[in-house]
């Protein structure tokens, strides 16, 4: 891309950024340049006037003191009696005046470790700890349609044929010659008596897989619900938003599968190819693209290897490579295994089995990009409650040396 171009672009996002956060922000040189002027700094009005009345309050309740204290000497003179002191020789009653009252303007410890933690690109303890409501995550309508999607995705896909007829084949199969069609004439088991791929077992899995990751997140988000505790200890206490975020990413996969089984019929291979030994009773023989198999395992594996990563990185203190390779490389393993068994049964082209996985990996991954950050906590929607905010800081590194920048907060 061209210096112009990226120039450009910068100065698109500049102004997209400007007016949503000139309402949210204060000018750091503002004050310098009243100041100069003799004028009074310009401060929100509710907050000087919260601050100046409790600087008031304060004052007026440190004189009371001051007078009480100062009238109990004189009686005590008056009277002859010597007042109590401590072990220092200090008077006692002076001290009435700074018991109990709590330090202002200080932050706490806890207060210090979130602002690292920001600056260190980490969620605060406090974000991290607390429940996020549903509709923080969610829009309502939003919650509605991963509904009324999954429901539909699942009928289409696992009924659809049954409601509205096999559909007819619009295109055929791979031309001869091309690596589609020779995956598919020299990959296959016994010609005269068919059978499964490793007994059939990468078959189930294709399915297993997705349908045991739906139970768990399912059950234990119903668990949370009803108890306000997670199911098993390690758990996230976003689990919730956990199971609406895969619902999506299966409800959004199997409604584009099934969409696109009944609108562009193909022929599988065992019946474009003229080997009967390998047919199945519960498969369409037109409905060869795309593999859902294929797309909703790779929707798992996507979506799932994430979770766990996140989880192994950022709370089971697995170091970043292989707290982020071993889930993925598992789940996509099993996703790639189901998808070789269907080629290697005569089930699907090679070509329906990678449109399949494409289209399963990017949902997956999408759903869960928009919906979780790095660490595996919800992003926030409501972008009006806290607008784009950008704050300086300044950070002593560990050898001493001195860092500073700017800190973007931004509410999803």
Not at 21 to 28: D, E, F, G, W
Not at 62 to 77: F, I, L, N, Q, Y
Request: net charge negative; with cysteine.
């Amino acid at each position: 891309m061209s210096l112009r171009r990226l120039l450009i672009a910068f100065a698109i996002a500049c102004l997209w950024i400007g007016p949503r956060t000139a309402a949210a922000q204060v000018n750091p040189f503002e004050e310098d340049d009243q100041a100069e002027k003799g004028e009074k700094p310009k401060k929100a009005d509710d907050k000087d006037a919260k601050d100046e009345k409790g600087k008031k309050d304060e004052k007026d309740e440190k004189d009371d003191k001051k007078e009480k204290g100062e009238k109990k000497k004189g009686e005590e003179a008056a009277s002859g009696e010597r007042p109590a002191t401590d072990a220092s020789g200090e008077n006692l009653s002076s001290q009435e005046s700074v018991i109990d009252q709590p330090e202002t303007g200080a932050p706490s410890d806890d207060e210090k470790a979130d602002v690292d933690d920001v600056v260190r690109g980490k969620p605060s303890r406090a974000r991290a700890g607390e429940r996020v409501p549903l509709t923080a995550n969610y829009s309502p309508v939003g919650l509605i349609v991963t509904g009324v999607v999954a429901g539909t995705g699942s009928t289409l896909v696992l009924a659809g044929t049954n409601i509205l007829g096999e559909p007819r084949a619009s295109f055929g199969p791979p031309s001869r010659g091309s690596l589609d069609y020779g995956v598919s004439i020299h990959a296959h088991g016994d010609l005269a008596e068919g059978g499964s791929f490793l007994l059939g077992i990468p078959t189930i899995a294709g399915w297993a897989l997705p349908a045991v990751a739906g139970g768990y997140y399912l059950v234990s988000a119903l668990y949370y619900g009803i108890s306000d505790a997670p199911m098993i200890g390690a758990q996230s206490n976003a689990i919730d938003h956990k199971a609406i975020g895969y619902a999506q990413t299966l409800g959004w996969t199997a409604l584009a599968v099934g969409a696109a089984r009944l609108a562009f019929g193909r022929e599988r291979p065992y019946v474009a190819l003229a080997r009967p030994a390998f047919a199945q009773d519960n498969l369409a023989d037109t409905t060869s693209f795309l593999s859902a198999r294929s797309a909703l395992s790779f929707a798992f594996a996507s979506y799932v290897s994430r979770d766990v990563g996140n989880y192994l990185v950022n709370r089971a203190g697995w170091n970043f490579l292989p707290g982020r390779l071993i889930p993925a490389v598992v789940a996509y393993g099993v996703a790639t295994l189901a998808s070789v068994a269907h080629v290697r049964d005569q089930q699907n082209f090679l070509s329906d089995e990678v449109v399949g996985a494409v289209l399963g990996g990017v949902i997956g991954n999408c759903v869960y990009a928009i919906h979780f950050d790095d660490q595996g906590n919800p992003r926030l929607r409501n972008r009006d409650a806290e607008p784009t905010a950008f704050a300086p800081f300044v950070a002593p590194g560990p050898s001493g040396e001195v860092s500073a920048g700017l800190v973007a907060r931004q509410r999803f």
